[in-house]
């Protein structure tokens, strides 16, 4: 069965970087996409980003873009989602999702969720 | 302020049908197919609509979605206390080139 395990919760000053992981199993890795997407206490749902497992290929929210990095690692099937220059409104829980290949289609199992908290 | 908007709450008694909304435009509903998600307090997003009106395997029938124009819907029909959850409604979005969510709606079963 599809899993995705994500790695455990964290805890930042601002300014600081953090790496979420997002290990796949039950399906072949380079036949979909993932997505991140996160959630701030009490609100909803934002969509970071989106990178390709075939080949690596990403795109990022364009309030996002210059702060977060995405990769995948296929002998390991563990897709990485990277923030950079953490803010305080940057505390959320961060979720993995498995997607299509074609961006903006089905995204269908989600990973279970890390919380990152962005305190001095 | 969410892309697209969704009621905050709604609510609605055992066994009756309850529909949430989600309005859009053309370059996200209006081009592209709608998902819905449901999440339960604490838990993870469950995908329940795809492509604007389909089901995923072991998603129930009384729920069923569809979409007009730049606007779309989720009906659940015989409410359960079960669904008692925050529904969201998504999708793709041509001038942002990535996903864009409604503001998420509160079901209350009465």
Not at chain 1, 16 to 33: E, F, H, I, N
Not at chain 1, 37 to 51: H, T, Y
Not at chain 2, 58 to 79: E, H, M, N, Q
Request: proline share 4%.
């Amino acid at each position: 069965q599809v899993q995705l395990v994500q790695s455990g919760a964290e805890v930042r000053r601002p300014g600081a970087s953090v790496k979420v992981s997002c290990k796949a199993s039950g399906y072949t890795l380079t036949t979909y996409a993932f997505t991140w997407v996160r959630q701030a206490p009490g609100q909803g749902l934002e969509w970071m980003g989106w990178i390709s497992g075939y080949d690596g290929e990403t795109k990022s929210a364009q309030k996002l873009q210059g702060r977060v990095t995405m990769t995948r690692d296929i002998s390991t099937t563990t897709a990485y989602m990277e923030v950079r220059d953490l803010r305080p409104d940057d505390t959320a829980v961060y979720f993995c999702a498995r997607e299509t290949l074609v961006p903006g289609t089905v995204v269908d199992y989600w990973g279970q969720g890390t919380l990152v908290t962005v305190s001095s | 302020q969410s892309v697209l908007t969704q009621p905050p709450s709604v609510s609605e008694a055992p066994r009756q049908r309850v529909t949430i909304s989600c309005s859009g435009g053309s370059s996200n509903i209006g081009s592209h197919g709608v998902s819905w998600f449901q999440q339960l307090p604490g838990k993870t997003p469950k995908l329940l609509i795809y492509y604007d009106d389909l089901r995923p395997s072991g998603v129930s029938d009384r729920l069923s979605g569809s979409k007009s124009g730049t606007s779309a819907s989720l009906a659940i029909r015989g409410l359960q206390s079960e669904d008692e959850a925050d529904y969201y409604c998504a999708a793709w979005d041509d001038n942002l080139n990535g996903w864009v969510f409604g503001g998420g709606t509160r079901l209350t079963v009465l």
